[in-house]
């Protein structure tokens, strides 16, 4: 079975950094290529970047370049997404996102979601 | 960058009704149109991907049709356990998702 578990709820302050976490298991982690979405207060959902984990190549949409760093640790399955100089406008609940093998661009299946609360 | 509209925002059925959600994109898409459901607590499926393919473990009253820039997706028999919201997500040129239509019981 496919699992996505994402790490806990975090509450930081302004202008800090946090890291969150997806751990894998039920395929083979670099295989498929991850995402990450945002969604800010229950609304629509943004894509963020996604990462290739067999050889950490890299695509981002142009509005988070600078905000949030992709990464891998292929020994452990799991991918990290590092969001940087938070703002209130960064306060919204992340997902990681498997997308599917073929090429049709679905997300096939998603993690918990990890909330981040940006406040003094 | 490629829009998605879902002009329902929100959407009031009965249960065993047939519903019918709608997804417009800002320019053709070439049916790289794929169709989520989050439930209340957040958890986040794909339902349809490619338009009309059905991703596996969905159940088959869950369809969904279109081209070029206008695409549905439709529950026939609706249940209770469909009660959600829905995001349709262009896949043509990086990834784009619509606003959402979220799924009430009358």
Known sequence: EVQLQQSGPELVKPGAS???????????????????????????????????????GTSYNQKFKGKATLTVDKSSSTAYMELRSLTSEDSAVYYCARKEARAYYAMDYWGQGTSVTVSS | ??????????????????????????????????????????TVKLLIYYTSRLHSGVPSRFSGS??????????????????????????????TFGGGTKLEIK
């Open chain 2, 66 to 95: 279109g081209s070029g820039t206008d695409y549905s997706l439709t529950i026939s028999n609706l249940e209770q356990e469909d009660i959600a919201t829905y995001f349709c997500q262009q896949g043509n040129t990086l990834y």
């Open chain 2, 1 to 42: 960058d490629i829009q998605m509209t879902q002009t329902t925002s929100s959407l009031s059925a009965s249960l065993g009704d047939r519903v019918t959600i709608s997804c417009r994109a800002s320019q053709d898409i070439s049916n790289y149109l794929n169709w989520y459901q989050q439930k209340p607590d957040g």
């Open chain 1, 18 to 56: 946090v890291k969150i976490s997806c751990k894998t298991s039920g395929y083979t982690f670099t295989e498929y290529t991850m995402h990450w979405v945002k969604q800010s207060h229950g609304k629509s959902l943004e894509w963020i970047g996604g990462i290739n984990p067999n050889n950490g």
